[in-house]
Each structure stands twice: as C-alpha cells, then as structure tokens.
Nanobody, 124 residues
C-alpha cells in the first residue's frame, strides 16, 4: 500500500487555481506528526513548499508560495490539501506529498513516507 496518494493535478492557465489532495494511509497517519508538500522539475532538486501538523494544525510556508498556496488537513479523512492560487508557469512541476514523525515544521529534512506525485502544468 502506498504511504500517500496525491491527486488533483492537471493543466491550468496562468493565474488559475488548482487544489491538490494527499490521502494518507492509516499506517502513515499513525506514524507521522507532520505532512508536507514538495515539488520537483526534472533535473532539479526537490523543492520544499509547505508543511502542516496533524494535531496542532500549525503551518509553514516557504517564500515561494506564501500568500498564494494554502495547506490544510482533514484529520477525519486523513487528507492534506494544497490550494494553489495565482499559478505561474514556473509552478509547473510534479507535486509530492510526504510525512515525517519528528523534526521542525520549517525543516525539509526527515520526510520518509512519499507518494508518487501528481503533475501540475501551468500554461502561459
């Protein structure tokens, strides 16, 4: 069973919006305290975007997405969403969800439970 499953990606025009969803398995839910969203373009390093804690619902955003993206979680459904507004062509990437059970909210390290990603393409 996949630790998490991302969905909601697709093709959108610049300035548009998409909402991504990350469904965590029960094992991942019970084994993690924090969930994060990342993205990656082929040939580039994986980029940390945002994180949220399951219990306290504390959030963290990088400057790249702060003010445009919103991370949220539904603890009943064991899902973590990423609402993306004002999308730009440079937002084009494969978006990944992952979880970790320790570490600072603002840190990109320590994520062990990764999904397969969902493609987001923003046209000019």
């Amino acid at each position: 069973q996949a630790p998490v499953v991302e969905s909601g990606g697709g093709l959108v025009q610049a300035g548009g919006s998409l909402r991504l969803s990350c469904a965590a398995s029960r094992s991942t839910f019970f084994d993690t305290s924090t969930m994060g969203w990342f993205r990656q373009v082929p040939g580039k390093e994986r980029e940390f975007l945002a994180a949220i804690t399951w219990i306290g619902k504390r959030t963290y955003y990088t400057d790249t997405v702060k003010g445009r993206f919103t991370i949220s979680r539904d603890i009943k459904e064991m899902t973590v969403d990423l609402q993306m507004n004002s999308l730009k062509p440079e937002d084009t990437a494969v978006y990944y969800c992952a979880g970790k059970n320790s570490g600072d909210l603002q840190s990109a390290v320590g994520y062990d439970d990764w999904g397969q990603g969902t493609q987001v393409t923003v046209s000019a």
